[in-house]
């Protein structure tokens, strides 16, 4: 190797760790990236309605602001209503579990006379539990910190959503000149590809969290379970997160339905559980099938690697980052690399696509991109 290679060598490996290092600002931008493409796409729906770019911008923005207010403003107050109730109520739930345990105990002691050593009591159970809530309650500070730096970050991502909204093409064509001359038009239309993964993304998981919220409220409010619509809404909203959020979701319910009756909390168990097997085996694939190709086994190892180098916000955006990289590798690698790639004797099957080369390009701007 001459010392030219050993050069690039070396840049590339800083260039690597440089941008290991300053990761969690690379997924805060494309965080925002990410939510100024999907609203792009409604300011473009109300561009077609002959208004002007700066007028649709405005109107998506306050209708969506409307749309969060009214979600804070129907949930969070009836939670920390029955949150606080929870609370109350959590000596004589203790009892009642204490009384469980001690005819369960009996039965199994009627039946089973030979059986070896007791259920453990209340008491013993809180002591096993209390290091536990002390050294919760040891970590509140380092909560406080970490949800004044999670608001900062969320004000980071507005303000740079906000920036790539209102003029969004002069940051692609910005993006697009980084690349060598005779692969612009082709970066040009990947990211259009890119766009429109992301948007049949986003409406699929938009069509899953209605049917999640529709089929939970009326489940909910057949059961007779307290606040059935704030339940429907927090599970649909948290559908976006696959795996993980519908687990979330059942904790609330099943909390306020085990105050209500025994039986709810049961009745409420198998409600969310068909539910999911529906979402999984019957809605996921017909929907997402059409929508965004993405295997349940790369999904899930997507998750896993973004919640363990990026935390909470990872998990959350490791779905439509997942189908961007997947678009990128398609292209990239598999069309434009490997697909080129073969012995000279060896038969194409299919039409090969030739890209123009051109040591002068000014990026083309697509169909969709000149409606801006």
């Known amino acids: 190797m001459n010392f030219g290679r050993w050069i690039g060598l070396i840049v590339l490996l800083v260039s690597l760790y440089i941008l290991w290092q300053i990761r969690q600002l690379l997924l805060l ?81 009627e039946r089973f006379p030979n059986l070896p ?121 948290l559908n976006f997160i696959p795996n993980i959020g519908p687990t979330l979701s059942a904790v609330f319910p099943l909390a306020i339905a085990l105050l209500d009756a025994p039986w709810k909390s049961v009745a409420v168990l198998i409600l969310y559980i068909v539910i999911q097997n529906i979402e999984s085996y019957w809605l996921t694939p017909l929907v997402m099938a059409h929508q965004v190709a993405l295997l349940p086994a790369i999904t899930l190892t997507a998750q896993l690697l973004f919640a363990g180098f990026f935390g909470a916000l990872g998990l959350l955006m490791a779905l439509p980052l997942t189908v961007i990289a997947k678009t990128w590798l398609e292209e990239v690698l598999f069309i434009d690399i490997l697909d080129k790639w073969r012995h000279p004797h060896t038969k194409v099957m299919h039409e090969e696509v030739i890209y123009e080369a051109s040591t002068d390009y000014d990026p083309e701007i697509s169909e969709e991109w000149k409606e801006v």
């Not at 077609?48 to 911008?57: C, E, Q, T």
């Not at 029955?82 to 109520?89: D, E, K, N, T």
């Not at 050294?135 to 303000?159: M, Y």
Request: charged content about 10%; some cysteine; glycine content about 6%.
């Open 117 to 237: 050593g007791n259920l453990p009591d209340i008491s013993s159970l809180i002591q096993q539990i209390q290091p536990i809530v002390t050294q919760l309650l040891g970590q509140s500070v380092n909560f406080f910190s970490t949800s004044i730096t999670a608001l900062l970050q969320f004000l980071l991502v507005l303000v740079l959503t906000l920036m790539l909204l209102a003029q969004p093409q002069p940051y692609r064509q910005s993006f697009i000149r980084l690349f060598p001359s005779f692969y612009r038009r082709r970066v040009d239309d990947i990211l259009t590809r890119c766009d429109v993964a992301l948007g049949s993304w986003a409406v699929g998981a938009l069509i899953e969290a209605v049917f999640i919220a529709v089929l939970s409220g009326l489940g909910l409010w057949i059961i007779g379970v307290p606040l059935a619509l704030a339940h429907a809404m927090l599970a649909g909203l």
């Open 29 to 109: 931008l494309l965080t925002a990236v990410v939510l100024a493409t999907a609203l792009n796409r409604l300011v473009l729906q109300v561009q077609r309605l002959n208004v002007k770019r700066g007028w649709a911008v405005l109107i998506t923005l306050t209708s969506l602001l409307a749309l969060l207010i009214g979600f804070f403003v129907l949930i969070v107050p009836a939670f920390i209503e029955q949150f606080q109730q929870l609370i109350a109520l959590l000596p004589t739930g203790l009892v009642r579990i204490q009384t469980w345990l001690s005819w369960l105990e009996q039965q199994i002691v």
